[in-house]
């Protein structure tokens, strides 16, 4: 049973315009989600998070927006940069990330901007 | 520098041989996991440890087994009993909310 889904596998966007990568959940007990980016052959790296006391987290290019009610949230980059493609995991937990709570990972959206 | 050391990057081995991947951490962080990523399925949990001398099974823990002696050091082992060992592997450490990645191992069976 795949608690964290990302429904499309990838995405292709123009340079400069905005890329919308999307996650639903179906563990109503997931209070805190972050988004990874991985490139090929490379560990993940961290890009945002948000608890679910919140609805919207902005850093620079990157926002992410919660729907709890929908259990949906969505990374938005604005504007996409040829160097964002990359595959973009998003990632759930339970007790607000606590370090002795694991993540769970969705199969990850591939994103090609293109120049 | 601080950070998550996998090594090797690359590993060959025959089927049926056992063979043992290393994950050193100098983060000081208690909680410490394996995943496995294979071509569209994501990052699939294999085993978890939360502090030294203890560890959990994660979703796919069948074939492989791990040991936590130390803080720093997590290593798992791919057993002849894994049925497709070929992938790879990441290990992470958690602290508060977030993961820490290493640069992974590309473990390819014979």
């Known amino acids: 049973d795949q608690q964290v889904k990302q429904n499309s596998p990838s995405l292709s966007v123009q340079e400069g315009r905005i890329s919308i990568l999307n996650c639903d959940y179906t563990n109503s007990m997931f209070d805190y989600f972050l988004w990874y980016k991985k490139y090929p052959a490379e560990g993940p790296t961290f890009l945002i998070s948000i608890s679910s006391i919140k609805d919207k987290n902005e850093d620079g290019r990157f926002t992410v927006f919660l729907n709890k009610s929908a259990k949906h949230l969505s990374l938005h980059i604005v504007p996409s940069q040829p160097g964002d493609s990359a595959v973009y995991f998003c990632?759930?937990?339970?007790?607000?990330?606590?370090?002795?709570?694991?993540?769970?990972f969705g199969k990850g959206t591939l994103l090609t901007v293109n120049p | 520098d601080g950070g998550i050391t996998q090594s090797p990057k690359y590993l060959f081995r025959k089927e049926g041989q056992n063979v043992t991947l290393s994950c050193e951490q100098n983060?000081?962080?208690?909680?410490m996991y394996w995943y496995r990523q294979d071509p569209g399925q994501g990052l699939r949990l294999i085993y978890y440890s939360q502090i030294v001398n203890d560890f959990q099974k994660g979703d796919i823990a069948e074939g492989y087994s791990v040991s936590r002696e130390k803080k720093e050091s997590f290593p798992l082992t791919v057993t002849s009993a894994q049925k497709n060992p070929t992938a790879f592997y990441l290990c992470a450490t958690k602290f508060r909310g977030e993961a820490f990645f290493g640069q992974g191992t590309r473990l390819t069976v014979v």
């Open positions: 990632a759930a937990s339970v007790n607000s990330g606590g370090s002795n709570y694991k993540l769970t």
């Open positions: 983060l000081n962080h208690d909680a």
